[in-house]
């Protein structure tokens, strides 16, 4: 009874997702006020039919109801019941139906902080995202309906996949699919813009929060993901290049554009074009990457089973939409205008080529990682020979990332202090001298300190050095310039958060190069054969295999490894690796050990038992690892500050046209007026 | 006149920086592409010789053989009609099964023994790389038609060079 509710539902959900696509988008139109205001109510509608069928399936789950097909695939009566939860969308179904629902989310909240908007902009953002919904519930009642019935029923579930049985797993998809979906709502509002024509400043004032939270939850997403594969896969890597690493990477690069063009859009009327595309390349990116994970089109060492009939509908439903954005973009964006005028070195410059850069990179990744397809498609068309199947190695998007970063990094350094209009770049440099005297300083001692001179290790830590010095005297400097007969504290209050979480946010990818350059230049490593009391020596740590014991867990048996750690003779700990086997798929699993610290990780993990009682063994030691995903959280947090800015809340109260001269007079109280006074 | 300088300045320096990308991303994708190819067309010569590329195909049953150093690790990879030996030191994923799909990463070395520097892992016992599923569809395919080539041929003997693993693990 409960999956027929659920099913009835995700129909009825779809119904209102149809009227609210339809209705208030012509009253907009045809200015019919009363088709616009039905916009609100029926998607909070929507809404609460997809929790409730989102709510079934949950149920079915958590009460191992195995007549619902979903769940006899993807759970078992022995999972926890975390697990179960988390199983709701560890299959293809079930993570449509959470994207549905994400989707509603966010309708939801745009209708509840939508009370300062134009009614017509109100009912075009809400319906654009109603057909969006259309899309895809219709995909998942045609193609992927998770309440389908198995009978007669299962006796017991075939288990969730071993390896999504994991507390980082369970938050992990929800966090990516809110950043994933978020920039749906940057992308109504774009949408939105060019129908009514109309692109201003408290548009793109608009835009900004929205962008800004559904890119923290992606970076929280990523991050979650990256560190997930670092301790769940065994062997301690945390990026691979991926297919399905780089699906999520392209709407990130894509949103972190958009955020620092909707900046400008916002502050100086620039960039208006630019921006609009970037929001609907951003969320075509989203949907390339559900299309990308769901299809199995491309080989990736991420593939879960999947299914290519599917693949074919969102290929199609990402067609429609990226081609009607854009013809309605070729025929609407010269309307818009291109926005205020700007010298050739100032802030709006540094704002474009820090775009172009993110593009060009998004753009590389997007070349490497449909590469396979292209190639594919060109044969199937006749254009080339027949070759036999390619795939772009992980080189390639090292070889092309690394060098495009340094450029970006150069201008996040100096940009944030640049002068809007017009800026003089000798006094920008006599000003950064130190910086970047400190941050060479920092670049030739590190990689001696970690023990060898090595050139990208130079690179990484100068890029790193010169953004945390950079962010230092920035702040330093907009210290200065608020009022100096005021206590400190109040000093500190007086500055805007959003400027504090830039910086925190910058500060943020320093750290993450950091953590990046130092482990991938000074890791050590050791696959080895250890005998019962055989030792070995990585990184200057002892690590000594004292033998497996047999456990049990509560769905799978294991061996646990006893390895003792020890420095210069000093025992420190017992690290405890385990080779899991998964009772109901009898699938194996390696749960590495791992000794996370803030200057360096201890990794152990199990291989196969070679000869009575020794086992091969993964050992490694991972300098400033952690580093890696510090530096997503600051990236998070900044985002998370900038976005809870006063003059994002404060808008209803004051007039539009005061708001922009204060946008206006903030925009211009940057750092370089206070030296300017100094 | 002097802001018309600096913005020829500005363009050919955007331009110069436009062939410079290019140039990295065409040279990075041209260097970095790796070609799949299946154990009949390695035995037919048809992988380079000294280049990376990517072998795939099932694990032969009974085929995993390790060295005494307990990390060397021996295994023949097959498509259903011709087998190459695969040899890789270090420690193998987890899903890594004999009679299931694999993929690995190498050069040939000579004797068309296949030096492997990686075994890419999968995260899913069900799911089946789309190029190796391709591969044994052709070389059934290609088995199809030869037996039928065969029993037209009937007079003839047996083909010598006939897989000696025909049949098995598919």
């Known amino acids: 009874m409960v999956p027929e509710i659920g099913h009835f539902a995700l129909i009825i959900a779809l119904c209102l997702a149809i009227v609210q696509g339809v209705f208030p988008l012509m009253g907009a139109q045809l200015n019919i006020r009363p088709w616009m205001n039905m916009a609100k109510p029926v998607a909070q509608g929507q809404f609460v039919f997809l929790a409730i069928s989102f709510g079934c399936l949950t149920y079915s789950f958590v009460t191992d109801d195995y007549s619902v097909l979903y769940t006899a695939s993807h759970s078992n009566s022995l999972l926890p019941t975390q697990y179960k939860v988390a199983g709701v969308w560890g299959g293809h179904e079930g993570s449509l139906l959470l994207w549905a629902m994400m989707l509603g989310l966010w309708t939801f909240m745009v209708t509840l902080f939508s009370k300062n908007l134009t009614e017509e902009m109100v009912a075009r953002v809400i319906a654009i995202m109603g057909l969006i919904g259309v899309g895809f519930l219709l995909f998942m009642l045609l193609t992927s309906n998770p309440f389908e019935r198995l009978l007669p029923a299962a006796p017991d579930g075939r288990d969730l996949n071993p390896l999504l049985q994991d507390p980082g797993l369970v938050i992990h998809p929800p966090m990516l699919y809110m950043g994933y979906v978020g920039f749906s709502v940057a992308f109504a509002f774009a949408i939105a813009a060019l129908l009514g024509g109309r692109l201003d400043a408290a548009w793109a004032r608009w835009s900004r929060p929205w962008t800004t939270i559904a890119w923290v939850f992606l970076t929280g997403g990523i991050g979650l993901g990256s560190w997930w594969a670092y301790y769940e896969l065994g062997w301690g890597g945390w990026w691979f290049w991926d297919p399905v690493e780089n699906a999520s990477l392209m709407p990130w690069l894509a949103g972190m554009a958009l955020m620092h063009s909707l900046a400008v859009t916002e502050k100086r009327g620039g960039f208006k074009s630019w921006t609009v595309l970037l929001a609907i390349v951003a969320f075509s990116l989203s949907l390339l990457g559900t299309f990308l994970v769901r299809s199995g089109v491309i080989t990736s060492v991420h593939a879960f089973a999947t299914d290519p009939e599917r693949g074919t509908f969102i290929l199609g439903f990402l067609f429609v939409v990226v081609v009607f954005s854009l013809l309605l973009y070729a025929w609407r964006a010269p309307k818009v205008g291109l926005g205020g005028k700007f010298d050739l070195v100032s802030k709006e410059t540094m704002l474009l080529v820090n775009n172009v850069i993110l593009a060009v990179i998004c753009a590389a990744v997007l070349l490497g990682t449909v590469y396979p397809i292209i190639i594919e498609g060109f044969i199937s068309f006749g254009w080339i020979e027949p070759i036999n199947k390619v795939s772009v190695g992980a080189p390639y998007f090292n070889i092309v990332f690394v060098p495009l970063l340094m450029p970006l990094v150069f201008l996040l350094g100096i940009g944030p202090l640049a002068r809007w209009k017009k800026a003089d770049m000798p006094e920008l440099m006599k000003r950064l001298r130190w910086a970047f005297g400190s941050s060479l300083l920092a670049a030739i001692i590190v990689p001696f300190a970690m023990g060898e001179f090595q050139a990208w290790a130079f690179a990484g830590i100068l890029m790193a050095a010169w953004i945390i010095s950079t962010v230092i005297y920035g702040l330093r400097e907009r210290f200065k310039g608020t009022n100096n007969k005021l206590p400190w504290g109040t000093r500190l209050a007086s500055i805007p958060i959003g400027f504090y979480g830039m910086h925190v946010a910058h500060f943020g990818v320093a750290i993450c190069i950091v953590g990046g350059t130092l482990v991938s230049n000074y890791q050590s490593d050791k696959d080895v054969r250890m005998d019962i009391g055989d030792t070995v020596e990585v990184g200057g740590y002892t690590f000594r295999f004292d033998g497996v014991i047999e456990t049990k867990g509560p769905n799978y048996t294991a061996n646990q490894g006893m390895i003792r750690v020890s420095r210069d003779g000093h025992e420190l700990m017992t690290l405890n690796p385990e080779k899991r086997i998964y009772t109901v798929q009898t699938m194996p699993m390696t749960e590495a050990a791992i000794d996370t610290g803030t200057w360096r990780d201890l990794y152990v993990s199990l291989g196969e038992p070679v000869s009575n009682g020794a086992w091969s063994v993964r050992v490694y030691h991972k300098p400033f690892v952690s580093w890696l995903w510090t530096g997503c959280i600051l990236m998070a947090l900044g985002g998370v500050l900038a976005m809870s800015d006063r003059r994002y809340r404060v808008t209803s109260r004051k007039t539009e046209k005061s708001e922009e001269g204060a946008a206006l007079k903030e925009g211009s109280a940057t750092p370089e007026l206070a030296s300017e006074k100094a | ?170």
């Not at chain 2, 000294?50 to 099932?58: K, P, Q, V, W």
């Not at chain 2, 993929?103 to 790389?129: C, I, R, S, W």
């Open chain 2, 1 to 170: 006149m002097k802001s018309r300088h600096k913005r020829m300045m500005a363009i050919v320096i955007g331009l110069v920086g436009v062939a410079a990308i290019a140039a990295l991303i065409l040279n990075a994708l041209q260097s970095n592409i790796n070609h799949f190819f299946s154990p009949t067309e390695v035995v037919a010569n048809q992988a380079p010789k000294d280049r990376t590329f990517r072998l795939g195909g099932l694990v032969e049953e009974g085929s995993i053989r390790r060295e005494d150093d307990g990390l060397t690790v021996h295994f023949n990879v097959t498509d259903g009609a011709e087998i190459v030996v695969v040899k890789y030191t270090g420690i193998l994923p987890d899903l890594f099964r004999e009679g299931e799909g694999v993929v690995a990463q190498g050069k040939l070395g000579t004797d068309n023994l296949f030096m492997a520097e990686e075994v890419l892992a999968k995260h899913d016992e069900t799911y089946m790389p789309p190029e190796v599923a391709d591969a044994l569809e052709k070389a059934d395919e290609a088995k199809a038609e030869k037996a039928k080539a065969d029993e037209m041929n009937a007079a003839q003997p047996a083909n010598s060079t006939a897989p000696a693993v025909k049949g098995e693990g598919i």
